[in-house]
């Protein structure tokens, strides 16, 4: 079973069981939330939507977006990813993840629920699809 796993320099610190999630942050200088929806798949991380609740520095919107819902909706066209790396320090705040249980029930958590809190000397995560 496929699912997500998380950790650094070929370390792994976790597993999530999951084929869909959301990766949502706040930009750490414009305070915006930030939602991007990725499946994982055998070839790796496929990102299929991207939302953003405003612009700003480093923040642009892309010519096709559609605004709906509060945020601004669009199709990022990317190679399919093998892995993520996010940087993660104690100033900018932590990601979430969000993702559908098996009981149906939608979920999101701090990504320091499964890795602890960020933190100087680990100062980055990566995220990646792998065998569970």
């Not at 559609?66 to 399919?80: A, D, E, I, R, T």
């Amino acid at each position: 079973m496929l699912g997500l796993c998380l950790g650094l320099a070929g370390t792994l610190w976790a597993q999530v069981p999951t084929v869909q999630f959301t990766l949502a942050w706040n930009h750490s200088i414009e305070k915006i939330r930030w939602e991007e929806d990725y499946r994982v798949t055998s070839q790796g991380l496929r990102l299929t939507e991207a939302r953003v609740k405003g612009t700003g520095a480093g923040m642009e919107i892309p010519d096709d977006a559609m605004f709906s819902n509060g945020s601004w909706h669009y199709q990022p066209k990317l190679p399919v990813l093998p892995r993520l790396r996010l940087g993660r320090t104690p100033e900018a705040g932590d990601f979430e993840l969000c993702f559908t249980q098996a009981s149906g029930e939608a979920q999101c958590q701090a990504m320091s629920h499964w890795i602890g809190p960020p933190n100087k000397q680990d100062a980055a995560v990566e995220v990646w699809g792998c065998q569970l």
